[in-house]
């Protein structure tokens, strides 16, 4: 399972909201696509996490693999959508 923590600027949360929205269609057209959840704080309304399910047989192919044109495009987006840095875990 790989996931992320990230806040969002409050004043561009419609613009990542369907910007999360594309990169998980776009994610759902891989192979080795299993699952992804969106999870939003109860207590802080700009925090969200991102849980996503791959089928790939470890993390180096994992990351390897992320390496896609619509991952480029979104994450390109993220420093004026965000309030800082992601947090990711695997």
């Not at 790989?2 to 561009?12: A, I, Q, S, T």
């Not at 704080?41 to 180096?60: G, H, K, M, S």
């Not at 390496?67 to 004026?80: G, H």
């Amino acid at each position: 399972m790989f996931y992320v923590r990230l806040r969002v600027n409050p004043e561009r949360m419609d613009e990542w909201l369907q910007a999360d929205r594309g990169i998980v269609d776009a994610m759902s057209k891989e192979d080795t696509f299993l699952s992804c959840t969106l999870h939003r704080d109860a207590n802080d309304p700009t925090l969200f996490t991102l849980y996503e399910r791959w089928a790939e047989p470890d993390v180096a192919t994992f990351l390897a693999r992320q390496d896609t044109p619509y991952r480029r495009d979104y994450e390109a987006r993220l420093p004026d959508l965000l309030q800082g840095p992601r947090e990711p875990q695997v």
